[in-house]
C-alpha cells in the first residue's frame, strides 16, 4: 500500500496550508489596519492584532499537523493517540471550511478543501490498527515442540 508517500503528501499539502493561512490573515489584517475598519464599534488595533493571532495559532495548527502526518510517513508507523486526534480535529475543520466555502470563496476552494480532507482521512485510515498476530504464530517454537517430547495429557 503507498501509505508513506500519502502521508509525506498529506504533510506538505498541510505545511504549504499553514503558510497559505498565515499570509492571508495577514493580508485582511493589513486591510483592517489601513482602512481604519471597525465593526460594531470595536477597536480596530483589537481586530488587527486578532486577525494576527487568529492566523497565527491556525498557521500553527495545520503545521502541528503537517509534522505529525511527515513523522507517520517517515516512520511508516501510526501516529500516537494525541497525533490522531490532531488528525481527526484537521480532518474535521477542513470538512467544515469546505462546506462553508464553497458559498464563500467557489468550487475551486472547495476542491482544494476536500482534496486535503481526503489525504488527511486516507494517512488516518492507512495506519489504522494492526490485528495482532494469530495464535500460535508467535516468534518462538510451541511449548511442546521446546520440551523434546510430546505434550502432556
Request: with cysteine.
Amino acid at each position: 500500500m503507498a501509505r508513506r508517500p500519502v502521508a509525506v503528501v498529506a504533510a506538505l499539502v498541510l505545511f504549504l496550508e499553514a503558510v497559505g493561512i498565515v499570509v492571508i490573515n495577514g493580508i485582511l489584517a493589513t486591510f483592517v489596519d489601513a482602512q481604519n475598519m471597525s465593526l460594531d464599534g470595536l477597536d480596530p488595533d483589537a481586530m488587527e492584532a486578532g486577525t494576527w493571532v487568529m492566523g497565527g495559532v491556525f498557521g500553527l495548527f495545520l503545521a502541528a499537523c503537517g509534522l505529525v502526518a511527515l513523522l507517520a510517513g517517515l516512520r511508516d508507523r501510526a501516529p500516537g493517540r494525541f497525533g490522531r486526534i490532531l488528525l481527526i480535529c484537521c480532518a474535521v475543520a477542513h470538512g467544515v471550511l469546505g462546506a462553508v466555502s464553497v458559498g464563500l470563496v467557489g468550487w475551486n476552494a472547495f476542491a482544494f478543501m476536500m482534496v486535503s480532507l481526503g489525504l488527511i482521512v486516507l494517512t488516518l485510515v492507512a495506519y489504522g490498527k494492526r490485528e495482532p498476530a494469530a495464535a500460535g504464530q508467535g516468534d518462538g517454537p510451541a511449548p511442546a515442540a521446546a520440551e523434546g517430547g510430546a505434550a502432556p495429557a
